[in-house]
C-alpha cells in the first residue's frame, strides 16, 4: 500500500505544481493555442500542460524505477520533443507523422519476442501511430483527454494489479495521478490545455503500455482498446465518415462526436462528465470481461457496440435537426 501512496502522491504533486506554473507564470506565454477553426474556446490559452504532466508521470516513475529498453525511451524522447516543436513553432503533418510511425516501429520491435509475425508487427505499428494521433485530435474540450488518460491507465493499473503486475500498476497509476494534477486545471473552465507534447504521448503510452500488458498476459489483446474505446471509436468514425464525405482530412475541423456535442449545447462541463461515464462503464465492463465467467468477453462487446451505435446514431440525428433548423 505505501509504495502505491508513495507513488501517486508524488506524481500528483510535481504535476499539479509544474501544470500551475506553467499556466500562471510567463511561461505561459510561450505556446498559446490561438482559436481556430477546429477550437471550441473563444480565447488563446497556453497548451503547455502536458509538460507538467509528464513532470508528474517522470517523478512517480523515478520512484518505481522502470527498465524499459534504451530504444524505446528514444521513442518517447523523439515523440516528446517533436510534439513540443510543433507546439512552439509549428510542423507540418507528415513531419509528425513519420516521427509517431517512427517511434511506434521503434518500440514496437523494441517490445515484441524474437519471430512475431510480420503482420502482426505491421499492426502495431500503425495502430501505436494512430493511437498517438487520434488522442491528439481528442485533445480539444476541457477536461477530455486528461480524464481520459486518468481513467484509461487507473483502470491498467487495477488489471495489472490483479494480474501480480505491481511495478506495471505502479507506472500506470504514476499517469493516472498525474492525470489528476493536471485535470485540477484543466477541468471547464480550463487554463491551460495539454498540447501535442502532453496529448501524443499519452496516446503513444496507452497503445505501448497496452501492448505490454498483454505480452507479459495482465489482460487480452483486447483489454486496451476496449478500455480506451471512448477515444478510438469517436476518432476512428470520424476519420471514415470525413474520408467519405471528401473532406481534407489533415485540416483542422470540429466535426467529432464530442465537439458536436459542445456545440449542440451541451457544454464543455457537461460533455466532459458524460464522457466520463462512458469511459467509467468501458473499463469496469472490460475488467469484469477478463473474468472466467462463461462469455462474459462477448457480452460486453456486444453491449458495447450497441451502445456505440445508438450514441453516435443520437448525436448525428440531433446534429442534422441542427443544420436543417438553420438552413
Request: net charge neutral; aromatic share 12%; charged share 10%.
Amino acid at each position: 500500500m505505501w509504495p502505491t501512496i508513495h507513488t501517486s502522491l508524488i506524481a500528483f504533486s510535481v504535476a499539479t505544481l509544474v501544470v500551475g506554473w506553467l499556466a500562471r507564470s510567463r511561461a505561459a506565454r510561450i505556446a498559446l493555442d490561438a482559436p481556430n477553426e477546429r477550437s471550441l474556446h473563444t480565447v488563446a490559452v497556453p497548451r503547455t500542460g502536458g509538460v507538467g504532466l509528464l513532470f508528474g508521470v517522470c517523478a512517480g516513475w523515478i520512484v518505481v524505477g522502470p527498465q524499459f529498453p534504451w530504444s524505446y525511451w528514444c521513442g518517447v524522447t523523439l515523440l516528446i520533443a517533436v510534439s513540443l516543436i510543433d507546439d512552439l513553432r509549428g510542423l507540418s503533418a507528415a513531419v509528425r507523422l513519420g516521427a509517431h510511425l517512427f517511434a511506434a516501429a521503434l518500440a514496437t520491435t523494441t517490445l515484441m519476442p524474437t519471430g512475431t509475425s510480420p503482420l502482426i508487427m505491421i499492426i502495431l505499428i500503425f495502430a501505436t501511430g494512430w493511437m498517438c494521433n487520434l488522442y491528439n485530435f481528442m485533445d480539444g474540450s476541457d477536461g477530455l483527454a486528461g480524464g481520459m488518460a486518468f481513467f484509461g491507465f487507473l483502470f491498467y493499473a487495477i488489471a495489472a494489479a490483479q494480474a501480480g503486475s505491481t511495478q506495471f500498476a505502479l507506472l500506470n497509476l504514476a499517469i493516472t495521478a498525474s492525470a489528476a494534477g493536471f485535470l485540477l486545471h484543466n477541468f471547464h473552465p480550463s487554463r491551460i490545455f495539454l498540447g501535442d507534447a502532453g496529448a501524443v504521448p499519452l496516446g503513444f503510452l496507452a497503445a505501448t503500455f497496452g501492448t505490454i500488458g498483454w505480452l507479459q498476459k495482465d489482460w487480452n489483446w483486447w483489454f486496451p482498446p476496449l478500455v480506451f474505446s471512448p477515444f478510438i471509436v469517436d476518432a476512428s468514425v470520424t476519420l471514415v465518415r470525413r474520408l467519405l464525405s471528401g473532406a481534407r482530412v489533415w485540416e483542422a475541423h470540429r466535426d467529432h462526436y464530442y465537439q458536436r456535442l459542445v456545440q449542440l449545447g451541451l457544454g464543455h462541463r457537461n460533455t466532459a462528465l458524460v464522457e466520463y461515464t462512458l469511459m467509467v462503464a468501458c473499463g469496469v465492463g472490460a475488467l469484469w470481461a477478463m473474468t472466467p465467467t462463461g462469455n462474459a468477453e462477448y457480452l460486453v462487446f456486444s453491449a458495447a457496440g450497441i451502445l456505440y451505435v445508438g450514441l453516435l446514431a443520437i448525436i448525428e440525428y440531433a446534429w442534422r435537426s441542427r443544420q436543417a433548423a438553420e438552413n
